[in-house]
């Protein structure tokens, strides 16, 4: 019997303190909160969203209310702040839940748990490449052990082995350390993966198939010289299995600009040498950018003056941000190249546009339109936006979002389980929260 789709507030009470063996679970990307980092997360919105409603308070306001709303056992968070999560989410601490927290990186995956209902199985969470293991012991006889994989996988378009890696190394985990699927423990793999993960990609049929053979290609490349498999597996996608034979909804919707920004191939355009290739539009967009920095005497080079003026206009400050790392990266390597002393070496068109490639390889495509929007207006030609097309129409003029054939439609957002669990619900797409039954009662 597939998963029930539930609208909002419907599934609130299908959770352990009404039954048992009945559990419910809660992913969101929370987007790195901006309360004190996190200061690019207003250039991932378009420019008709107010600059308040990109602000935590507002943000955090909405995710509070979803919470109350769908009354989870287990909440899963993924880019909590390293600096502020434990002042960010207080309240879920005061609302009766506790948690673990990632150890490493400025975006942190968070797994908080009902303290009345659940309790770690462990002396700690396990901490991998950006994967948060946390076995969660349901209090009361006979209540067993949920082991929660909370991730956050790499993003873009040559992490696919990568991703790959860090579920494996994940699953891994669980076999090494507790007594595995087939010992009593029920395994929820949840969060989000930066990626479609059907059994076309390595992630999908390493969950879904269980094994993922030896020169398997995603995105082009191989990401295996050996098998990699997945002790546990197959697994089953909740979310897909609730909306079976139609597929799910996105989770993930913004402005389609993949195929504005990039094609497939090598790029040639890009110092150094990328995987891929830009667009005309963005060639044309990155040199009309770069001539109004231009200042050597032709018109034809920026200074490092110029190019930290370039950063600190995209950014704030000109020595924060990955546009700053690549940018710093090319002027060092043509000073090595004995380009001339650090004041002498200049800046190309090329390497401007190597400084966006760079991005886009990182999967920033919103970030990458959001500065060209907002450079091409500073600069007094907002309407070659649409000549270059690299952003669509209803973007370049500050209006609300269009068809939805302009729309990027991502399922990038996924919900896992072992077959010991059976999923008797999801609630609608609004939140990726799905109800898990123990057993097959």
Same mark, same amino acid.
């Given at each position: 019997?597939?998963?029930?789709?539930?609208?909002?507030?419907?599934?609130?009470?299908?959770?352990?303190?009404?039954?048992?063996?009945?559990?419910?679970?809660?992913?969101?990307?929370?987007?790195?909160?901006?309360?004190?980092?996190?200061?690019?997360?207003?250039?991932?919105?378009?420019?008709?969203?107010?600059?308040?409603?990109?602000?935590?308070?507002?943000?955090?306001?909405?995710?509070?209310?979803?919470?109350?709303?769908?009354?989870?056992?287990?909440?899963?968070?993924?880019?909590?702040?390293?600096?502020?999560?434990?002042?960010?989410?207080?309240?879920?601490?005061?609302?009766?839940?506790?948690?673990?927290?990632?150890?490493?990186?400025?975006?942190?995956?968070?797994?908080?748990?009902?303290?009345?209902?659940?309790?770690?199985?462990?002396?700690?969470?396990?901490?991998?490449?950006?994967?948060?293991?946390?076995?969660?012991?349901?209090?009361?006889?006979?209540?067993?052990?949920?082991?929660?994989?909370?991730?956050?996988?790499?993003?873009?378009?040559?992490?696919?082995?990568?991703?790959?890696?860090?579920?494996?190394?994940?699953?891994?985990?669980?076999?090494?350390?507790?007594?595995?699927?087939?010992?009593?423990?029920?395994?929820?793999?949840?969060?989000?993966?930066?990626?479609?993960?059907?059994?076309? !990609?390595? *992630?999908?049929? +390493?969950?879904?198939?269980?094994?993922? $053979?030896?020169?398997? /290609?995603?995105?082009? =490349?191989?990401? @295996?010289?050996?098998?990699?498999?997945?002790?546990?597996?197959?697994?089953?996608?909740?979310?897909?299995?609730?909306?079976?034979?139609?597929?799910?909804?996105?989770?993930?919707?913004?402005?389609?600009?993949?195929?504005?920004?990039?094609?497939?191939?090598?790029?040639?355009?890009?110092?150094?040498?990328?995987?891929?290739?830009?667009?005309?539009?963005?060639?044309?967009? !990155?040199? *009309?950018?770069? +001539?109004?920095?231009?200042?050597?005497? $032709?018109?034809?080079? /920026?200074?490092?003056? =110029?190019?930290? @003026?370039?950063?600190?206009?995209?950014?704030?400050?000109?020595?924060?941000?990955?546009?700053?790392?690549?940018?710093?990266?090319?002027?060092?390597?043509?000073?090595?190249?004995?380009?001339?002393?650090?004041?002498?070496?200049?800046?190309?068109?090329?390497?401007?546009?190597?400084?966006?490639?760079?991005?886009?390889?990182?999967?920033?495509?919103?970030?990458?339109?959001?500065?060209?929007?907002?450079?091409?207006?500073?600069?007094?030609?907002?309407?070659?936006?649409?000549?270059?097309?690299?952003?669509?129409?209803?973007?370049?003029?500050?209006?609300?979002?269009?068809?939805?054939?302009?729309?990027?439609?991502?399922?990038?957002?996924?919900?896992?389980?072992?077959?010991?669990?059976?999923?008797?619900?999801?609630?609608?797409?609004?939140?990726?929260?799905?109800?898990?039954?123990?057993?097959?009662?």
């Amino acid at each position: 019997m597939p998963p029930t789709i539930f609208p909002p507030t419907q599934s609130s009470h299908l959770c352990l303190a009404s039954s048992p063996k009945t559990f419910s679970i809660l992913s969101y990307n929370i987007l790195l909160p901006n309360s004190q980092d996190g200061w690019w997360i207003r250039k991932n919105y378009p420019p008709s969203t107010p600059s308040a409603s990109r602000e935590w308070p507002h943000r955090s306001a909405l995710l509070q209310a979803k919470v109350r709303t769908e009354n989870p056992d287990i909440v899963c968070f993924q880019e909590a702040s390293e600096v502020s999560h434990e002042t960010d989410h207080a309240w879920l601490s005061a609302a009766g839940y506790d948690y673990a927290v990632h150890k490493k990186g400025r975006m942190r995956n968070m797994t908080w748990w009902r303290r009345s209902e659940l309790e770690l199985d462990t002396t700690e969470a396990f901490c991998k490449d950006r994967t948060l293991i946390t076995p969660l012991k349901i209090k009361g006889e006979g209540g067993g052990v949920v082991w929660i994989v909370n991730c956050h996988l790499t993003a873009g378009t040559r992490a696919a082995d990568r991703r790959l890696r860090q579920l494996h190394d994940a699953l891994e985990t669980v076999r090494k350390k507790g007594r595995g699927a087939g010992g009593g423990d029920h395994i929820v793999v949840c969060g989000d993966f930066n990626a479609e993960a059907d059994v076309e !990609s390595a *992630a999908g049929k +390493f969950l879904l198939e269980g094994e993922v $053979d030896a020169g398997f /290609m995603d995105g082009g =490349a191989m990401v @295996t010289s050996k098998t990699k498999r997945c002790f546990c597996g197959p697994m089953r996608n909740a979310y897909a299995d609730a909306y079976s034979p139609a597929p799910p909804p996105p989770t993930l919707v913004g402005p389609r600009l993949v195929s504005r920004l990039i094609r497939e191939g090598g790029g040639k355009g890009a110092t150094p040498p990328s995987a891929i290739t830009p667009t005309q539009g963005l060639i044309e967009a !990155s040199r *009309a950018i770069f +001539f109004s920095y231009a200042d050597s005497e $032709d018109n034809s080079r /920026m200074s490092r003056r =110029a190019v930290e @003026t370039f950063l600190r206009d995209i950014n704030g400050v000109a020595t924060r941000g990955s546009e700053s790392r690549k940018a710093n990266e090319i002027l060092h390597g043509k000073e090595a190249e004995g380009g001339g002393a650090e004041g002498d070496v200049m800046f190309s068109q090329a390497d401007m546009l190597a400084v966006w490639i760079g991005e886009l390889e990182q999967g920033k495509y919103w970030g990458v339109a959001h500065d060209i929007h907002a450079l091409s207006a500073g600069f007094g030609f907002p309407e070659r936006l649409k000549e270059w097309d690299v952003v669509p129409a209803w973007y370049a003029d500050g209006e609300e979002r269009g068809s939805e054939d302009e729309l990027f439609l991502g399922l990038y957002d996924h919900v896992f389980h072992t077959g010991g669990l059976r999923c008797v619900g999801m609630s609608d797409h609004r939140a990726l929260k799905a109800v898990f039954r123990m057993g097959d009662d």
